[in-house]
């Protein structure tokens, strides 16, 4: 894993404070710093992103989501109607777009493996 640090973001830390301008240390995949401490720990050969009009928060939980679902007609068309590979082409499809919305966690009631 590579050390970065993401500047000039708007950082939300998850605890309900307001939003704060500032930057964040990423180390190992671990942020082990934020604000001007940030600043401080940050070597000149990191990498450096710039959040410029950005938000940077971590990452979001969707606790009750049902990636294989789409425009189904029917709760039969999605439970007994279609194939596996379907239904595991709209997963990959849904989490792809889940993610990039800032979702990194999620529970889906209706997988089994």
Known sequence: MTTAIIRNGRIVDGTGAAPVAGSVLIE???????GTEADA????????????????MPGLIDTHCHLSFD??????EIFHQRRNALSALVASYNARKLLRAGVTGLLDPDFSA
Not at 28 to 34: E, H, K, L, P
Not at 71 to 76: F, I, K, R, T
């Open 71 to 76: 425009d189904a007609g029917s709760n039969a």
């Open 28 to 34: 190992s995949g671990t942020v082990t710093a934020v």
């Open 41 to 56: 720990r940050a070597s000149e050969s990191i990498r450096e992103i710039d959040a410029t009009g950005q938000t940077v």
